[in-house]
């Protein structure tokens, strides 16, 4: 299954729900479509089908549960979570994923009665789905960012610990304010919320009230960054399926019993057949093999060059592979084993900097997946190239921080991140 499918459900089962077919990497394959949930079960043949829960139904957040193993975690995470419910958690589904490096457990909570209308509601429209989720947690994942979709008649807020709510517009003022005070508590003391980053998505069908929506962000975030959704908000929830880490609803007593006559099918092939299939797959992997080694020997030497254009002030690099992952462990003061984001922007980097004259690397630091560098420019311009040039290949995020002018041009400092997925 290459295509997915997924269908964002209304506020109840006789709502129109809105769906869309999505590639391998979350990217949209057609327009959003809207009707009956029972139309987008014409859409579900040879699809994985991703449901989404409305966000305002489902509790979002993690608990600090120390026991191991899927069934003692479920028992454990209603008592985690007591406190933080009005409602009697014997009338709560909840469900949990895997513990994050802070120790803590991802957990989704639903009304028990709620959930199970849905349940109803999907198999009699004749949809099984792979996964069901809250869409919440399609909202975009940055580092250290607090994130928001606004749409007509709702806002979803996501914070850098995870934690993610649906709200009424009427409540927001008082929903960043205690964000706000999240945020201090989290990061601590030291750390002013107002300074806090901020990337909030505006629906393009808010039309004349967008800037009344950024006003109310600017004033507890006044450097909060914006951009509108042209495609609508199912695209943007869309993309964020594709991460590790999301909450399966479709846990305990509701999870999707095993159906072997229809997962094994029949395998009576004939054993010449799979001699012949064992033959070949050999001859293509020793073929590979071979075409590999060479690809290896280039991507070092090109690896050398970028690594001696982003960092002149390097050594002789013998093995470039080792020593980028020692200076990836220097700038970071981490252990090895981290993901391949920082090979990515120095590759990047050392394909844009020799083309900007008289621009070098001065500093850099890497935390957190966030490269931060401090460059010496002729002038502002080419930091603004540089920011452009970077963020042209979609893969990155770059804010500049900071342009101050010196004798010899210009001392910038810019920020670069992997974009959300």
Known sequence: MSSTLIIRLGLSPDQDASWLITGPEGEAQ???QRGPLADAAKDASDCRVLVLIPGIQTVVTSADIPVKGLAKQLQV????????FAEDIGQMHFAVGARRDDGRIPVTAISLPIFQDWLDALREAGIQANAIY??????????????AIVEPGSVMLRLPSGEAFAIDPVMLDTVLTTA?????????????AA????????EHSLGNQREQWMEKF??????????EMAAGSLPQLAAGLFRKGLVNLQQGKFAPKSNWQRVIKPWRLPATLAASLLVVVCLVQAATLWRLASVEAQLDAALEVSLKQVFPGSARINDPRRQLDMLQQSLRGQSPGSSSQFLDTVVALGSILPALKDTRVETAS?????????LKVPDVTTLDQLQK???ESGHFQVTIQSANPRSDGVEGRIEIAGSAP
């Open 366 to 374: 890497y935390r957190n997946q966030v490269l931060d560098l401090r």
């Open 77 to 84: 995470a209603s008592f985690a979570l007591e406190d933080q």
């Open 134 to 147: 809250s869409e919440l947690q399609g909202l975009p994942d940055i580092p250290g960012t607090v994130t």
């Open 389 to 391: 040039r970077m963020q």
């Open 218 to 227: 600017r004033a507890r975030f006044p450097g909060a960054e914006f951009r």
């Open 180 to 192: 706000s005070q999240i945020i201090e508590q989290t990061a601590g003391k030291e750390v002013d």
């Open 195 to 202: 300074q806090a980053q901020v990337m909030v998505y505006l």
């Open 30 to 32: 057609g327009e959003e």
